[in-house]
């Protein structure tokens, strides 16, 4: 099973926010999307400023993210 990184991305920067091994990428993509939502939450703070969490693979290949902000909320 392969090994996957979450990311909070914060401008240029990247936070490691952990990693797990998880059965597909589309497992680590549902992860991210509840990684953001948790964090839309704890730090609302970071909703408007482009924030986001992405998943990269082993080899540090970006695989998916998913902004903090949420599209067309009003």
Known sequence: MPYFNFDLVIGAEFKCQGGMILENTENAIDK???LAG??????PELCST??????????SNELYRTPLELIGRR
């Open 38 to 43: 948790e964090l839309r939450i704890v730090r």
């Open 50 to 59: 482009g924030c986001a969490v992405r998943v990269t693979d082993g080899d």
């Open 32 to 34: 991210a999307d509840s």
